[in-house]
């Protein structure tokens, strides 16, 4: 008897070992916001200073991303490094990234909305040229019924910088351009009919709209 079990123990031992290393991967493999704040030094030097402003391809403010959903940030870093988004910059960043790198961003990101989260519904109404583009687009039903509770990797745009999200739309006009310009074909039939004065508005509508992103100053030394 004592022979059998200490043959086991080795067997036994490589168990608790296989164990071990299947709760640490999938310990790694959870996003961690914790982590994703010591990984943000990057990402802080633009978006984390008010009014920070980018100059390519045109002058606009960066994006605000504190309070943004998880998934979509992971889904658009994702998109910077399979070239679906065109930014050099972004490229270069995402290019460094990996997934567990993006999902810990998008935790730590996600964990900084407003405190206030937005109305359920839009507290003034569009124009009636603005309307008409966003009930033929059905654009509630990707970004929520307020522009702020989108579902599945959709942004949340309520509140959003007008000019940021003028230059995003236009992104979508974009054809064959390798530095500028972004590939998402629901988003190109949308806007492909628009001219830039109708995105100005549509841009300036959503970003008048109370929502819960914001600009979280990080400290640049930690």
Request: aromatic share 8%; proline share 7%.
């Amino acid at each position: 008897m004592k022979k059998i079990f200490s043959s086991f123990l080795p067997f036994a031992a490589a168990l608790l070992g296989l164990s071990s290393l299947a709760s640490n991967a999938f310990a790694q493999g959870t996003p961690s916001a914790a982590a994703g704040e010591k990984k943000a030094a990057m990402c802080i030097g633009c978006h984390g200073i008010p009014g920070y402003q980018a100059s390519f391809p045109e002058i606009h403010k960066v994006p605000m991303i504190s309070g943004q959903s998880s998934k979509y940030i992971v889904n658009a870093l994702v998109g910077y490094q399979k070239n679906l988004r065109k930014h050099p910059t972004m490229r270069a960043v995402a290019a460094s990234l990996s997934e567990q790198d993006m999902a810990d961003l998008g935790a730590f990101y996600e964990k900084q909305s407003t405190a206030t989260p937005a109305p359920a519904a839009p507290l003034t109404k569009p124009s009636p040229a603005v309307a008409e583009v966003l009930e033929k687009g059905k654009c509630v039903t990707c970004h929520g019924a307020n522009f702020s509770q989108p579902t599945d990797v959709y942004p949340k745009l309520a509140g959003q910088h007008a000019d940021y999200l003028y230059v995003a739309l236009k992104s979508y006009q974009i054809k064959n351009n390798p530095q500028v310009g972004r590939v998402n074909d629901t988003m190109a039939q949308q806007v492909g009919g628009l001219n830039h004065a109708q995105l100005k508005e549509i841009a300036k509508y959503l970003s008048s709209l109370p929502g819960e992103l914001q600009v979280v100053q990080q400290p640049r030394f930690r």
